[in-house]
């Protein structure tokens, strides 16, 4: 196909691939002819696909893809690491001047790839692509994500933006300064709303998964909703705080008036059930807190291991070591070491 010149910037395309085997081929169609109508917008393309961990025959196919055009760079993950691994993975060795994460499931429409193009040649750091309708996805799941936007945006401090996913375009600024991050526990979404730069967005209307179900099960996604808000807000936390004050004043009313009554009326015996109620619901409201306290020091302990975020197995084609990485192929998100002071 045809070799990259030198001159023109040059688009990566980064998709993340879970037990997508039945997906691939259209994907790889969908995504050439986009490649094309871009490469007429005098850019050249190259496309990332990066294979979490399937069991499927998602890896030999992609390989087979990349054999056969030369836009493509396929990686391969040593284990399932998660979506925002995955990405993270992609958008480290894309070397595009500009990026486009973009779902293997054609969720988000290819096609609509172009369009990110022109308006990000406008000026734009960043083109959310922003969806006016999720008929492809079900009642609860939207019903869900709506509740979770609602409650986000009230406790953290960076709002999302609660009809765009992960789709859309990013300027290769954005792109450096989103791999400065060094955190762990990845938030994507939220991270890329804590980055700014100038936005803009392109509508489109969500579908369906092209084939096959959805990788998340509702326990996953109830997991990654509480990353997104434990990882950009403390409100959980202060939220105890004021629990807390709030119950240690009605406490402190109740003695006062025990006191005042026993000294009117003299000692009384009953009163058992009120003294167990309150132990109760105090020993409750002290496990809560202690709970809450206790993932904070969970995400904690895990940004301190300072583990790769992904080991990669495999590369094709194989051309020496990735852009971005300095040292050992591993995950780290830090360009180089100069982020971490003494990590060697
Ligand atoms: N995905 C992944 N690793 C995972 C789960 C999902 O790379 O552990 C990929 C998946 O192959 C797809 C994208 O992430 O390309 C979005 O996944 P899915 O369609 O299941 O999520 P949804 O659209 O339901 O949010
Ligand atoms: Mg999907």
């Known amino acids: 196909m045809d070799r990259r010149s030198p001159d023109l910037p040059l688009l990566s395309i980064v998709?993340?691939?879970y037990n997508e085997e039945a997906a691939v081929e259209t994907f790889c169609r969908r995504v050439r002819a986009a490649a094309d109508a871009v490469h007429d917008l005098q850019m050249e393309v190259e496309i990332i696909c990066v294979n979490d961990g399937s069991r499927d025959a998602t890896w030999p196919m992609l390989l087979a893809a990349a054999r056969a055009d030369a836009r493509f760079r396929v990686i391969d993950l040593s284990r399932n690491f998660g979506k925002e691994a995955a990405l993270t993975a992609g958008l480290q060795e894309a070397r595009g001047d500009a990026v486009v994460?973009?779902?293997a499931d054609l969720q988000d429409?290819?096609?609509?790839?172009?369009?990110?193009?022109?308006?990000?040649?406008?000026?734009?750091?960043v083109v959310l692509a922003r969806r006016t309708a999720r008929d492809g996805d079900g009642y609860w799941k939207r019903l869900g994500s709506r509740l979770?936007?609602?409650?986000h945006n009230r406790l953290a401090d960076t709002p999302l933006p609660d009809d765009v996913g992960d789709f859309r375009l990013l300027d290769r600024k954005v792109v450096d300064a989103l791999l400065l991050l060094p955190e762990r526990r990845r938030f994507l979404k939220g991270m890329f709303a804590w980055l700014g730069f100038s936005t803009t967005s392109v509508d489109y209307v969500r579908g369906a998964r092209s084939s096959g179900a959805s990788k998340f099960t509702l326990r996953g996604l109830v997991d990654f909703g509480l990353d997104g808000m434990l990882s950009f807000s403390t409100a959980p936390l202060r939220f105890w705080i004021y629990c807390g004050v709030a119950i240690a004043g009605l406490a402190f009313l109740y003695a006062s008036f025990i006191v005042v009554r026993t000294l009117v009326q003299g000692v009384d015996v009953p009163g058992y059930a009120s003294l167990i109620v309150i132990s109760l619901f105090l020993g409750g409201i002290q496990l809560l807190g202690i709970g809450v306290i206790g993932e904070y020091v969970g995400r904690i302990y895990g940004e301190v291991k300072q583990r790769p975020l992904y080991l990669v197995r495999e590369r094709f084609p194989d051309d020496g070591a990735a852009p971005h990485q300095a040292g050992p192929r591993t995950g780290s998100p830090v360009s180089g070491d100069k982020s971490i002071p003494g990590n060697s």
């Open 101 to 103: 994460p973009i779902d």
């Open 15 to 17: 998709a993340p691939f």
């Open 109 to 125: 429409p290819p096609e609509l790839i172009p369009e990110l193009v022109a308006r990000w040649r406008e000026g734009f750091e």
């Open 148 to 151: 979770f936007y609602r409650l």
